[in-house]
């Protein structure tokens, strides 16, 4: 990270976890629920449109 302003600096060191950890589960959930969906197993509503399951890697 390069430069950040004051504010944000402060919440990054308030963090109980590494930035880079809290993106990964971050990330992970959302492959998670996008996978739902391309299943069908929920939808999203707003006329949001998801990856084919392919493209989610």
Do not use: D, F
């Not at 992970?28 to 707003?46: L, P, R, S």
């Amino acid at each position: 990270m390069k430069t950040l302003n004051s504010a944000l600096a402060k919440v990054l060191k308030r963090l109980s976890y590494p930035l880079e950890v809290i993106l990964i589960y971050v990330r992970w959930y959302v492959i998670q629920i996008m996978h739902m969906v391309v299943k069908g197993q929920t939808k999203i509503k707003g006329g949001a449109k998801c990856p084919s399951p392919g493209k989610l890697r």
